[in-house]
């Protein structure tokens, strides 16, 4: 199934997240006083706008994941790629 085609965008004091046309794909609902609605909507636009972007840009990493598989400390960059894409179903 795919999803609404991004840019996704949110400038509305309904709480309603549209696509690039207008059509309204989401809508945040949460209680006034907690202030947080703009925030959790525009975190989720920008999300979903770079997810595509995202997963790119790990899976050509991985590519290379060889040259760069090499450890700091406890941190594995090739590794971490390797989770992010697995998180999102890639």
Request: glycine share 6%; charged share 25%; net charge negative.
């Amino acid at each position: 199934m795919e999803h609404t085609k991004t840019p996704w965008n949110y400038n509305d004091p309904d709480g309603k997240i549209r696509n690039a046309s207008g059509e309204v794909i989401a809508t945040i609902w949460l209680w006034p006083e907690s202030g947080t609605r703009d925030a959790n909507a525009a975190f989720i636009v920008k999300a979903c706008n770079c997810h595509d972007e995202f997963v790119a840009a790990l899976k050509r990493f991985m590519e290379y994941g060889d040259v760069f598989a090499y450890t700091t400390g406890t941190v594995n960059p090739y590794e971490q790629a390797k989770a992010a894409l697995a998180k999102v179903g890639e």
